[in-house]
Nanobody
């Protein structure tokens, strides 16, 4: 069983920044793929960014150039740095980890971009 705990969400004005963190309960070296997803009200959950252990990161076209995903294996933590935030970035952001035993999700953290 893998436990993921997200933090760092909140209310921010358009153009602002936030950094989300996701702490895993297992050694990150055993995580094949870490990803961040978001779900806006009334919409399906969508992939925002993902990164394998040694591969290049992947981003949704809507966030490319503004968001950066990173992993700190020593701290068992993944991050999502979000810059130049827009109102359409509003939603619940979920951390996802793919390991040999399965696919795990965090509880989500709310991000609201509004003036």
């Amino acid at each position: 069983q893998v436990r993921l705990v997200e933090s760092g969400g909140g209310l921010v004005q358009p153009g602002g920044s936030l950094r989300l963190s996701c702490v895993t309960s297992v050694n990150m070296f055993g995580v094949d793929d870490m990803g961040w997803y978001r779900q806006a009200p009334g919409k399906q959950r969508e992939l925002v960014a993902s990164r394998t252990g040694y591969g290049s990161p992947k981003y949704a076209s809507s966030v490319k150039g503004r968001f950066t995903i990173s992993r700190d294996n020593a701290k068992n933590t993944a991050y999502l740095q979000m810059n130049s935030l827009k109102p359409e970035d509003t939603g619940v952001y979920y951390c996802n980890a793919v390991v040999k035993s399965g696919n795990y999700w965090g509880q989500g953290t709310q991000v609201t971009v509004s003036s």
